[in-house]
């Protein structure tokens, strides 16, 4: 098996469930990461929880310069434009 482009490793799905722990284990030990498909199409992603964590944070770095006041009143004028809950 060959990993794609992220670094996943394509493994379909009637296999995946015959080497479930196998595949596991590769996971948790060696740190691969898998994409699941069935009939040529990706439905699942499985990979380590490290990879939640700098996911996490990655997407934390886009909310450090944001303006929340202008953020707040954004939405709040989007809801009463249309006619949804009321600002507090």
Do not use: C, H
């Not at 596991?24 to 439905?43: A, N, P, Q, T």
């Amino acid at each position: 098996m060959n990993a794609t482009s992220g670094g996943y490793i394509p493994i379909n799905a009637s296999e995946m469930r015959s080497r479930l722990f196998e595949i596991l284990s590769r996971v948790y030990l060696k740190k691969e990461k898998f994409v699941v498909k069935k009939s040529g199409i990706d439905v699942a992603k499985i990979s380590g929880p490290e990879d939640d964590v700098s996911n996490i944070l990655r997407f934390a770095g886009i909310w450090k310069d944001l303006n929340s006041k202008k953020l707040k009143d954004e939405i709040y004028s989007s809801r009463k434009d249309q006619g949804t809950r009321k600002q507090p």
